[in-house]
């Protein structure tokens, strides 16, 4: 009698597609063991990088397709499109007599208007020729004050199809409040011009302010078909992997990381692709945040370090921040988001002289295909790790020996750039990394002192491939409280998308003066909006029990042009539970302006925006405590490198998975893993905490940190 087949293991899986590298962390739900690796990635096709990152974590497991029972994605594909401007050609619907939204945009003018006389606006999403209008007009409460043109809605239809314009977004006016005639013009596109990819405003984002309702909406449109055809393209390879050898379909749950903190299954993102813009950065947020707040950090800034640019945000009582305030290169965007800076100062960023003669770093690019120099790939020009490996701060080689640096070709590089600038080599390469650790701090001071923050009560999390390797420079320019860096931490990311809700946002515009505050309107709304959670969450197989709920509003003082969030209690909409929404908004206020109007009666709260975010919850990895030993770091010890800090040391080397929890290290030393490296610079303490994290602090200040 034939035995029968063994039981599969559930394993979950994150993946992080990166510029360089494609990061892979597996979790057994069993026996909670977590396993991560790395793979380059193929920005030819990213698909390619993905099923290698599987195939490669698995058998470090020992496991097959057939155990796996979730995977979650984050991905750069729309993120890329935007940033590199890659798109098709666009057509937009608007309101009659509105044709104009996209040229009039917003009077702010990038860094102030002391620059405004050299500045030229960007590039229009859309071209003015392919810009048409529809007859129909709703007021701002949604009451109809002109009716819908049918016919003129049909001629626009067949003009778009009779020049192949396949990519439309509609956005009328106060469709936000109304989506009756946006739905109507939906309907007429299908008919007429079935082949039309078309995204409208009241789906992608119910809140006012046309303009920049109307670029989400085109920027949705804009990147629908790539996203759609990437993430079917994985979904279908992940299916045949999974039940290769198998006699019956077995359909692996695929979610995909979006902007907002949460995660959504690949058949829903395909009809939001615009919630996938700041995927990877927000799974390492996430990802930080939680390990942070189980070694005890609550208030941290987290700097994600990778090839291509250096990814930071602020996370205050556990939780990264939010806005709907961001942008993806020129493209303003309106849709929640984790509140990320992204500056052009990763590993591959690229050292260049100005026309002025003076040494810059970044925003360009060598990423992972040619790459750095030391790479041997192609590459002609220097970059941030050919400085780091000329000075001995990284090893000879990356992944643990996996991919070899050419030390040779990083030096003869930097020697050109050198000798162009008239400087030694050694205060090139230290000038490098000067440039890009000020271009980092530049981007931490934005979310933190810009938003009314004390960048010094804060400590940081660095993560991700390159992140590592500036932290003693950013204690010293910041003046921070220390650095924690996790265990893997180049696979940060990937972690975090283990750790990842699924959640949908919505929104409905609905503006009120704080005194004339209907609460029966406002928990209507609420209710409507809960439901639509409601039925997102259903869709995703969630019982309902398991449903959680989060109500927030968007509130401002009279006359002003931008709002602040603030969270609204559970419960009945009453007074009292209002009245406590508009003490929280003052408080808000307060902290992030330095005033507030408190009992002032001349200046009026007004609410704008009401909000829910539907929640599914999943489990996610215990993060275990490791073993302490004897004290004794020489355990770690592998050896010795020629190391130029301040002038050139015969450095220690350490490797850290030798390392026990209450060991402590002073600098100069290179603590060193699999996906990343730790430069202690002299002056600087490193103390491994129970959970494995590293925590560096300048050595005076070593003792706080325990």
């Known amino acids: 009698m034939a035995s029968a087949p063994p039981t599969p293991r559930r394993i979950r899986i994150g993946i992080d597609t990166g510029g360089t590298f494609t990061d892979v962390v597996a979790l057994d739900e069993e026996t909670g063991e977590l396993v991560t690796t790395k793979t380059p990635s193929t920005p030819s096709n990213p698909a390619d990088g993905f099923m290698n990152g599987i195939d490669k974590v698995l058998d470090l497991l020992g496991a097959s397709g057939a155990d796996v029972a979730a995977v979650s994605h984050g991905t750069t594909v729309a993120t890329n499109q935007l940033l590199e401007g890659k798109l098709d050609r666009i057509g937009f619907v608007s309101t009659e007599g509105y044709e104009f939204v996209l040229e009039i945009a917003r009077q702010s003018v990038p860094d102030g208007y002391g620059n405004s006389y050299f500045w030229v606006k960007p590039d229009r999403i859309v071209p003015a020729d392919l810009v048409k209008t529809v007859g129909g007009r709703m007021d701002f409460r949604g009451n109809e004050i002109r009716p819908f043109d049918e016919e003129q809605a049909v001629r626009v239809a067949r003009w778009f199809r009779d020049r192949g314009v396949t990519t439309l977004g509609v956005c009328f006016l106060h469709s936000y409040a109304n989506p009756g005639h946006e739905q109507r013009m939906l309907a007429v596109l299908r008919r007429e011009h079935p082949d039309a990819v078309v995204s409208i405003s009241s789906d992608v984002l119910r809140e006012y302010r046309e303009y920049e309702r109307s670029v989400t909406t085109l920027v ?65 947020a996430l990802g930080a945040a939680l390990i942070a707040m189980r070694a005890g950090f609550d208030r941290l800034l987290t700097c994600d370090g990778g090839g291509t640019s250096t990814d930071v945000s602020v996370v205050l009582a556990g939780e990264p921040t939010l806005t709907t305030e961001g942008s993806v290169g020129q493209f303003p965007s309106k849709i929640p988001m984790i509140d990320v800076v992204t500056v052009g100062a990763g590993g591959g960023s690229i050292a260049w002289v100005s026309p002025e003669g003076t040494l810059k770093v970044g925003p360009r690019s060598a990423g992972a295909d040619p790459g750095p120099l030391c790479y041997a790939k192609g590459g002609t020009e220097p970059t941030i790790t050919d400085a780091h490996v000329l000075l001995g701060r990284i090893p000879p080689h990356l992944l643990g ?32 990394l000067e440039i890009s650790a000020w271009n980092q701090a530049n981007a931490l001071r934005q979310i933190t002192v810009k938003r009314g923050l004390d960048v010094r009560s804060f400590m940081m999390a660095t993560f991700g491939g390159s992140g590592s390797l500036l932290l003693c420079r950013l204690i010293d320019i910041l003046g921070l409280q220390g ?22 946002d919505y929104v409905q515009t609905s503006v009120s003066r704080h005194r004339d505050l209907d609460t029966d309107a406002v928990a209507a709304t609420f209710e409507a909006l809960q439901t639509r959670a409601t039925a997102a969450l259903d869709a995703e197989g969630f019982p309902a029990e398991q449903h959680r709920f989060v109500r927030t509003a968007d509130l401002r003082y009279f006359g002003q042009a931008f709002e602040v969030r603030v969270p609204v209690a559970d419960g009945p909409v009453d007074k009292a539970l209002a009245d406590g929404v508009a003490e929280a908004f003052h408080s808000a206020h307060e902290q992030l302006y330095g005033y507030c109007f408190r009992g002032d009666e001349r200046q009026q709260v007004e609410w704008v925006n009401l909000r829910v975010s539907g929640i599914g919850p999943i489990r996610r990895p215990e993060i275990r405590e490791i073993a302490g030993r004897d004290g004794d770091v020489e355990r770690a010890r592998t050896g010795t490198r020629r190391v130029f800090f301040e002038d050139h040391r015969e450095t220690p080397i350490y490797w850290r998975p030798d390392l026990a929890a209450g060991d402590v290290l002073t600098g100069p030393a290179i603590i060193e893993e699999f996906g990343s490296t730790i430069p202690l610079h002299p002056g600087f303490s490193a103390r491994v905490d129970a959970f494995g994290n590293v925590i560096v602090t300048r050595s005076s200040d070593s003792e706080a940190a325990k």
């Open 220 to 284: 949705d449109a804009a990147v629908k078909p790539k996203v759609s055809r990437y993430i079917t393209g994985i979904k279908d390879r992940l299916d045949a992997f999974t039940t290769a050898g198998e006699q019956t379909a077995r359909r692996v749950p695929f979610y995909i990381m979006k902007s907002n903190g949460g995660v959504l299954s690949a058949e829903e993102v395909v009809h939001q692709p615009i919630t996938t813009v700041l995927s990877g950065p927000a799974a390492g």
């Open 401 to 432: 020996g996996e991919i070899p640096l050419d030390i040779e070709a990083a030096r003869a590089g930097l020697e050109k750039l050198a000798g162009t600038l008239g400087l030694e080599l050694e205060a090139l390469a230290t000038g490098i």
């Open 483 to 504: 650095v924690i860096v996790p265990p893997n931490p180049g696979n940060v990311s990937a972690f975090g998308l283990l750790t990842v809700d699924v959640k949908n």
